[in-house]
C-alpha cells in the first residue's frame, strides 16, 4: 500500500468522523438542543440536518407530539363528604424546548410534576362538588375547568396542557362493601315485605274460595233437598194412585217384596204341612 493510498483511507475516516460528530438529524416528530459543555443554547432545531461542533456540543432530543400520562389512582371527597377513588389520565405537549429543559430536564421529571398539580386542581374541584355532580350532571364542567388551571401552572415549564380526563371514579373498599351491604339489606328488607304481602294475597284468596265453596255446597245441598222432596212427593202420589187403582194387587205385590226381602243371605223358612181330614164312615 502507498502512502496515497493510506492518506486516502486516513482523509475519508476523517470526514466520516468529522461528519458524525459535526452533523445530526432531528426527525419529523422531534425537536432538538444543541448542549455545550453542558449548558444549552438558545437555538431550537426544526426536523431536518443541522450542524454543531463536535466534541464540545452534543444533543438532546424532545418529542415533538402529543404525549399521554395516565396518574395513579388516588382518594378525593366531595362537598358532601363522601370519598371517592380517582383514576384520570391527561394530554400534553412540550411547546417550548428550551424552557423545559431548564426546568424539568426531562419527560419522567415532567410526568412527576404534572401527577402533583393535576392531583391538586382535582382535589380542590371534586371538594367543591357533590358525589352526584362529579359523576353524571358537572363533570364536563370539571374537566375544562381542571384542564385550564393547570395548563396555566404548566405553561411556565414549557408544557401546554391539552387535555385532563377521569377515566373511572370508584368508591374505596371499606365505602363499597358498607354500600353493597346497606344495598343487601334494603334488597332483604324489601323481599320479606313482597313476601309477606304475597301471604297477605294468598290467605285472602284462600279465605274467599272457601267461603265461596261453602256457599256452593249449600246452595247444592239446598238444591238436593228441595229436588229429593219433590221427588218424594211425586212417588208418593203415584203410589197412592197406584194403591187406590188396584189394591189387591198391590197388597199381594208388597207381600211378595216382604217375602223377597226376608229371604236375603240364603235364609230357610219352615211351613208345616196341613193335618189330613177323616172322613167319616
Excluded at 443541522?50 to 464540545?56: D, G, R, S, T, W
Excluded at 382518594?75 to 371517592?84: C, V, Y
Excluded at 362493601?177 to 334488597?187: D, L, Q, T, V, W
Excluded at 218424594?232 to 189387591?248: G, V
Aim: aromatic residues 10%; hydrophobic residues 40%; charged residues 25%.
Amino acid at each position: 500500500m502507498n502512502k496515497k493510498s493510506l492518506l486516502l483511507i486516513i482523509s475519508v475516516l476523517a470526514v466520516l468522523l468529522f461528519s458524525t460528530q459535526c452533523l445530526f438529524t432531528v426527525h419529523q416528530t422531534q425537536k432538538a438542543l444543541v448542549l455545550q459543555l453542558g449548558d444549552p443554547l438558545d437555538d431550537v432545531y426544526e426536523p431536518g440536518l443541522h450542524f454543531k461542533l463536535p466534541f464540545i456540543q452534543n444533543v438532546v432530543y424532545f418529542d415533538a407530539r402529543v404525549l399521554d400520562y395516565e396518574a395513579r389512582s388516588r382518594e378525593a371527597f366531595t362537598l358532601d363528604k363522601k370519598a371517592i377513588v380517582l383514576d384520570n389520565y391527561a394530554r400534553w405537549k412540550i411547546t417550548k424546548p428550551l424552557q423545559f429543559y431548564r426546568t424539568m430536564r426531562s419527560i419522567p421529571g415532567a410526568q412527576a410534576r404534572l401527577d402533583d398539580v393535576v392531583y391538586s386542581q382535582l382535589r380542590a374541584l371534586v371538594g367543591a362538588y357533590t358525589l352526584t355532580q362529579v359523576v353524571s350532571s358537572d363533570r364536563a364542567a370539571i374537566m375544562r375547568e381542571v384542564t385550564e388551571k393547570v395548563s396555566k401552572l404548566m405553561e411556565p415549564f414549557g408544557m401546554e396542557v391539552l387535555d385532563v380526563r377521569i377515566k373511572r371514579t370508584d368508591l374505596p373498599a371499606e365505602n363499597q362493601r358498607a354500600i353493597f351491604g346497606r344495598m343487601r339489606a334494603e334488597r332483604e328488607r324489601q323481599a320479606k315485605q313482597y313476601r309477606s304481602e304475597g301471604e297477605e294475597e294468598s290467605t285472602r284468596i284462600r279465605s274467599d274460595a272457601d267461603r265461596q265453596r261453602s256457599v256452593i255446597l249449600a246452595d247444592a245441598a239446598r238444591d238436593g233437598q228441595i229436588k229429593r222432596g219433590q221427588g218424594d212427593a211425586t212417588a208418593a202420589d203415584i203410589y197412592a194412585q197406584a194403591y187406590s187403582a188396584a189394591p189387591e194387587f198391590y197388597s199381594y205385590y208388597r207381600w211378595l217384596e216382604a217375602l223377597r226381602n226376608a229371604f236375603q243371605e240364603n235364609s230357610k223358612m219352615v211351613i208345616a204341612t196341613p193335618k189330613p181330614v177323616l172322613q167319616k164312615q
